[in-house]
């Protein structure tokens, strides 16, 4: 493969990775509130557990 093959072969891959990074920043609005959902009820599990031994 020669330069020319090459630098092609890199904007293909740059290409693709941006696509990556475009689709999972569209996702983005869904997944916050489900990670926040996630962590509020892991700290209400925690919170419950250490008040139960009391």
Known sequence: MGAAGSRFAHMKRS???RAVVV???EELPFICPVA???GSLIMIGITLCKDWSQ
């Open 15 to 17: 290409r693709r990775v």
């Open 23 to 25: 689709g999972v920043l």
């Open 36 to 38: 926040v959902a996630i």
